[in-house]
T-cell receptor
Framework: AQTVTQSQPEMSVQEAETVTLSCTYD???????LFWYKQPPSRQMILVIR??????QNATENRFSVNFQKAAKSFSLKISDSQLGDAAMYFC???????????FGGGTRLMVKP | DGGITQSPKYLFRKEGQNVTLSCEQN?????MYWYRQDPGQGLRLIYY???????QKGDIAEGYSVSREKKESFPLTVTSAQKNPTAFYLC?????????????FGPGTRLTVT
């Protein structure tokens, strides 16, 4: 079974600075997908960024980018120019190629200081 | 507006009673999912459905039941057999079952059983 681990329960960052959230996963598969979801206080889950394992290039979405290290099974999220609205729980998730089940990490609470 | 609705937002029940959580989507998505979230933890998959009148168990299906009589609707029943039913429940849907399409989440239902 796949497992996803987020080793940082809480992180804080100063507004306008950069922060990196860590995620590691365990799988025996070669084809899979990785995601970062944001859950603000409203508890609505919002997709931040997605990475296909077969792609070597790291995904980027505006201020959000990932560092995908397939051999190390590591998938970190970098948030640049942090904004107050970035404060939320962030979940890393794994999805295998069959695609029906998301396996989530335990989450990292990000606080943004003004 | 297209989206996923879950009702009610907060639900209270006495121990020993079955309770049904509603999930409706007007996105014309084929696949629907139910997740459970406990405090400080990630989401865990309860059940999912790829087409009408078909559904599969996820990681924690014991004590839960679902039906999929219509494409738009995927209600979840929390039975009295579920030992720890108090949790936050999230419904999601995707265009087709598969890794390419992201899952869209509803706003969730907070269930408290006393």
């Amino acid at each position: 079974a796949q497992t996803v681990t987020q080793s940082q329960p809480e992180m804080s960052v100063q507004e306008a600075e950069t922060v990196t959230l860590s995620c590691t996963y365990d799988t025996s598969e070669s084809d899979y997908y990785l995601f970062w979801y944001k859950q603000p206080p409203s508890r609505q889950m919002i997709l931040v960024i997605r990475q296909e394992a077969y792609k070597q290039q790291n995904a980027t979405e505006n201020r959000f980018s990932v560092n995908f290290q397939k051999a190390a099974k590591s998938f970190s999220l970098k948030i640049s120019d942090s904004q107050l609205g970035d404060a939320a729980m962030y979940f890393c998730a794994y999805r295998n190629n069959a695609g029906n089940m998301l396996t989530f990490g335990g989450g990292t609470r990000l606080m943004v200081k003004p | 507006d297209g989206g996923i609705t879950q009702s009610p937002k907060y639900l209270f029940r006495k121990e020993g009673q079955n309770v049904t959580l509603s999930c409706e989507q007007n996105l014309n998505h084929d696949a629907m999912y139910w997740y459970r979230q406990d405090p400080g933890q990630g989401l865990r998959l309860i059940y999912y459905s790829q087409i009408v009148n078909d559904f599969q168990k996820g990681d924690i299906a014991e004590g839960y039941s679902v039906s999929r009589e219509k494409k738009e609707s995927f209600p979840l029943t929390v039975t009295s057999a579920q030992k720890n039913p108090t949790a936050f429940y999230l419904c999601a849907s995707s265009m087709v079952p598969g890794p390419v399409y992201e899952q869209y989440f509803g706003p969730g239902t907070r269930l408290t059983v006393t």
